[in-house]
């Protein structure tokens, strides 16, 4: 069993990440209800029959988590459909419907694109990537839609600056990032978010939205395993996009708010600092 033991100055937490031991915190076994939301995606997307909803997502959960026993996969977050409660979404869903173009970079099973599809979006203009591709297959299962979405997805590391994403270069006109830029340090993310830059039309009223793992206090996390992460708070969050705007020629407008989501104030999530909050972000090309 691997472990991953994340310092901060006031707590150790230990991770036992890689393995899939189900007796930790970030693995929630039972699932009481769902949102109206949720649920109306799961029985009128997937047309699954109401007593089948909740056993059908526990079912697929622990198929994932057999694979990737992630916090987001044991907590559930796959269903949270953040995308659907971003400011901009009204606007994002009808520049979709007139032909633009949005990423889901960091996908997961790409809910948040079915979500777009029932509210109205054409699949065709959706793209999704993922570093692993058995998510993309379980997207399928859990939403049963092989045959039926048409959206474009990728297997792909967005580092990789000659993988799949390139052929995405210069063409989006929204890109979501949900609960992904985290798992970097700040030079891992400022590198990611200038490729997120250059994925995006090079014109103004293009848009970033998602969401992330931040802090109140920003900083950087020790990890034992070598790896680095980085919690932004607003301040630290908007500096990095001046910097990328810097470095890549233009000008980003953040709206970026924290709050305690992610199981945080139903303490849900102990092994979390007391600091820790989900940064909500938009981020706005205006030059």
Request: with cysteine; glycine share 8%; charged share 25%.
């Amino acid at each position: 069993m691997s472990s991953t033991e994340v310092k901060s100055s006031s707590t150790t937490t230990q991770f036992r990440l890689g393995a899939s031991d189900k007796s930790v915190g970030w693995y929630t076994p039972t699932l009481e209800n769902i949102t109206e939301v949720q649920r109306d995606l799961l029985e009128n997307y997937s047309h699954l029959a109401p007593d089948r909803v909740i056993p059908h997502i526990l079912e697929v959960r622990d198929r994932a988590w057999e694979i990737h026993p992630y916090p987001c996969i044991g907590q559930l977050r796959f269903i949270d459909l953040t995308v659907s409660k971003s400011p901009s979404y009204p606007i994002v869903l009808q520049r979709l419907k007139e032909g633009a173009f949005l990423l889901d970079l960091g996908c997961c099973f790409a809910q948040d694109l079915r979500k777009l599809v029932h509210d109205g979006a054409p699949s065709e203009n959706l793209w999704g990537a993922e570093l692993k591709g058995e998510f993309l297959e379980l997207g399928y299962e859990l939403f049963r839609d092989r045959e039926t979405l048409h959206a474009h997805f990728l297997e792909a590391n967005v580092f990789d600056t000659e993988g799949p994403l390139k052929q995405l270069e210069g063409k989006m006109d929204f890109v979501q990032v949900g609960l992904f830029l985290h798992l970097f340090d700040l030079e891992g993310q400022t590198k990611a978010a200038e490729r997120i830059v250059a994925l995006m039309k090079p014109e103004k009223g293009v848009l970033i939205l998602g969401q992330q793992l931040g802090s109140l206090v920003a900083g950087p996390i020790d990890v034992r395993s070598g790896s680095k992460m980085y919690k932004h708070n607003v301040e630290s969050f908007e500096k990095m996009w001046k910097e990328v705007g810097e470095k890549t020629g233009s000008e980003w407008k953040v709206s970026a708010s924290m709050d305690s989501g992610l199981g945080i104030d139903q303490n849900q999530r102990s092994w979390d600092e007391p600091k820790s909050r989900r940064l909500v972000f938009e981020v706005e090309r205006i030059g």
